[in-house]
């Protein structure tokens, strides 16, 4: 997940697992997350259609869904722990907030829930929540795609769904530019991502000035029979912050859940067209392989019912 930790005032993010950055080349070296029993043996044989016509329609329809998601609200808890050598909580950050749209249909975030924050080891900035509320979960799109190099690594069933799995990264990293690294796993029916597993980078490794994001896993399911949304993000780890001037080297185990509820899609009277045809609420009509992307025809918002 994308949450930055920091040693004093200056700096901030969450938890991860042994990294390293070479300043060059933009590459990560991180432990990813655990995938549980639900995922099948991944089988490496190339797929029966070409894998650029599958990365054209997958990204398509992460276009597709990054608009839908746009027009839904729902629920966000936000939990975030520090925990000691006996791997028992010892500060936590909590809150819950509903994602809406006031009367005049502009995107709101209202507080449910957030007791006072009991972290003491670590501080969360602003950047911790611009993570949280824009590179969760990744979204790979055919405007995004070009940025990162993305390799076809075999089919693997994910309990009752069979996917193709995918490596991505960044091609370059530009400065003040955040990216994914990881693997993804694609619906083989719907062509949409299931499961999300990396981390986002780069990361700032400079002793007392470290920047530094955790590893995380988001998993997605069918909302409205359409649309795989967010339903679960995950990230565990270790930070390991290094010594420097005045002070010691130090690390901090890390925890942090976030969870998705409650999707409602929000009437508007924004529609999405497609060579002429509105496919508002149908991404099965959205691009195939090669095409276009769907325009949008945007009219001023109904009020939510």
Request: proline share 8%.
């Amino acid at each position: 997940m994308g949450f930055v930790l920091r040693r004093s005032s200056v700096v901030s993010l969450l938890a991860a697992f042994a990294l390293a950055l070479p300043a060059l080349h933009g590459q990560v070296s991180y432990t990813s997350m655990p995938l549980d029993e639900g995922f099948g043996p991944l089988d490496p044989t190339p797929p029966a259609i070409p894998v650029q016509q599958i990365i054209t329609e997958f990204t398509a329809k992460e276009a597709v869904f990054r608009h839908a998601l746009d027009n839904y609200t729902w629920t966000r808890s936000v939990q975030v722990q520090t925990l000691d050598d006996d791997d028992k909580p010892d500060g936590q950050y909590y809150q819950v907030v509903d994602i809406a749209f006031d009367a005049d249909a502009h995107r709101t975030e209202r507080v449910l829930d957030a007791p006072e924050s009991s972290l003491t080891r670590v501080m969360m900035s602003p950047a911790d929540f611009q993570d949280i509320e824009e590179r969760l979960p990744f979204v790979l799109t055919s405007e995004d795609a070009p940025q990162y190099d993305i390799t076809y690594v075999g089919k693997q069933k994910i309990d009752e769904i069979d996917t193709w799995v995918f490596d991505v990264k960044p091609k370059v990293i530009e400065k003040k530019k955040r990216y994914f690294q990881g693997r993804i796993w694609v619906d083989r029916k719907d062509h949409q991502i299931v499961v999300t597993n990396g981390k986002n980078v780069p990361d700032d490794t400079r002793p007392g000035h470290e920047d530094l994001s955790t590893p995380f896993v988001t998993y997605r399911q069918l909302v409205d029979g359409k649309y795989r949304f967010p339903v679960y993000t995950h990230g565990d780890g270790v930070l390991h912050f290094s010594a420097g001037h005045g002070y010691l080297s130090d690390n901090v185990h890390l925890r942090e859940t976030l969870k998705y509820t409650n999707y409602h899609e929000f009437h508007t009277s924004i529609r999405v067209i497609y060579q002429g045809q509105d496919i508002t609420g149908s991404p099965e009509k959205g691009p195939a392989a090669g095409q276009a992307q769907p325009s949008q025809t945007p009219a001023d918002p109904k009020k939510p019912q």
